[in-house]
């Protein structure tokens, strides 16, 4: 079985002596009596996690993979298992807004987190990436009904987001995609355009 040790070592130089973490986020509202410690927790919370479950499923993330049966998809019971423990930590808030039930941590630990998950199994790396993804593109421009009814299962694990950008023509370049959203009334949009 492949072996991986968190670098905590390294990010801590990164985190601590380059970018000075610890003072800077005394800067943000709600973080004002952050510490080391609380910083070193959620690394090593996060490191315990990716060690001993993401890792282990990675080779089911392969080998199975998910399966789509009559409008749901289900994950090898391993990867079920990794995506489980993530989520009962509350680790999958650390990004949100406080108002969504979020832990609204800056963007700098959401990257350690996905550093240290995309390192173990990049297939449920993924999943919480794109559900970030449609976290932030809702929050950004969606509407109080569409924020209300899905950044809090974001933030819980309830929901994952998805992307579904992949054309004939173009593969995964976002700048090529032809699909257009016409508006056809309040909140109501057709859709044209091809997928694969």
């Not at 390294?10 to 943000?28: A, S, T």
Request: glycine share 8%; hydrophobic share 35%; proline share 4%.
């Amino acid at each position: 079985m492949p072996q991986y040790k968190t670098p905590k070592r390294e990010y801590e130089f990164i985190l601590r002596e380059v970018l000075n973490v610890e003072n800077e986020l005394k800067n943000y509202k709600g973080f004002e009596e952050a510490t080391w410690d609380m910083i070193e927790m959620i690394c090593d919370q996060y490191a315990t996690i990716a060690e001993e479950y993401w890792l282990p499923s990675n080779r089911d993330s392969d080998e199975i993979g998910a399966k789509f049966d009559n409008g749901n998809v289900t994950l090898p019971p391993s990867m079920k298992k990794a995506a489980d423990v993530v989520i009962d930590s509350g680790l999958t808030a650390l990004f949100g807004h406080q108002e969504y039930g979020g832990m609204e941590f800056p963007t700098v630990f959401s990257v350690l987190a996905d550093e240290i998950s995309c390192a173990t199994n990049m297939s449920l790396g993924i999943y919480i990436g794109l559900t970030k993804g449609a976290y932030h593109c809702i929050y950004n421009h969606g509407s109080a009904e569409l924020k209300d009814t899905y950044l809090p299962r974001f933030l819980t694990g309830e929901w994952f987001g998805t992307m579904c950008l992949t054309e004939a023509h173009c593969g995964t370049d976002l700048g090529l995609i032809r699909t257009k959203a016409t508006p056809i009334e309040d909140d109501v949009y057709k859709l044209n355009g091809q997928k694969i």
